[in-house]
């Protein structure tokens, strides 16, 4: 999205029974500089996914909380007569929602939309099972 860079994480998944899985996930993403203020956040995710099968394919409904992060931190300025002014970090969290639909395939991708964020967040892929 515009606000948010690339970003990279992990993520489980954990199936409870044959049509439902909890699906735990981290995301950092890449610091953003624009101005002299760098940008940096992370999101906490805790999804659960709904599996039904439709003509050969397999989708799932996902919903779930978020708890994200953003820091800004900008740097201080000199202004001759007045000294050093400015400067700081600024940090403030969230907890919101997701939510989407989106095909389920080794590879993954997903598309789902954050409310604390207020972004549409894509996300793509390699999922291996662990275990069983």
């Known amino acids: 999205t515009k606000d948010?860079?690339?970003?990279?994480g992990a993520r489980g998944e954990f199936n409870i029974t044959d049509n439902?899985?909890?699906v735990p996930k981290f995301t950092y993403y890449l610091g953003k500089s624009e101005g002299g203020a760098s940008v940096k956040a992370w999101a906490l995710d805790a999804d659960a996914h709904y599996f039904f099968t439709t003509d050969?394919?397999?989708?799932?409904?996902l919903a779930g909380l978020a708890y994200n992060s953003i820091s800004v931190s900008t740097p201080s300025v000199t202004i001759p007569g007045f000294g050093t002014v400015g400067g700081g970090d600024v940090s403030?969290?969230?907890?919101?929602?997701?939510?989407?639909?989106s095909e389920s395939l080794v590879p993954f991708a997903e598309i789902r939309y954050n409310t604390a964020f207020e972004?549409?967040?894509?996300?793509?892929?390699?999922?291996?099972?662990?275990?069983?």
Do not use: E, M, R, T
Request: glycine share 14%; no cysteine.
């Open 4 to 8: 948010l860079n690339l970003g990279f």
């Open 92 to 101: 403030d969290s969230k907890l919101g929602l997701n939510f989407a639909q």
């Open 119 to 132: 972004a549409v967040l894509i996300s793509a892929g390699v999922s291996f099972p662990l275990g069983k």
């Open 56 to 61: 050969g394919l397999n989708f799932y409904a």
């Open 20 to 22: 439902i899985s909890i």
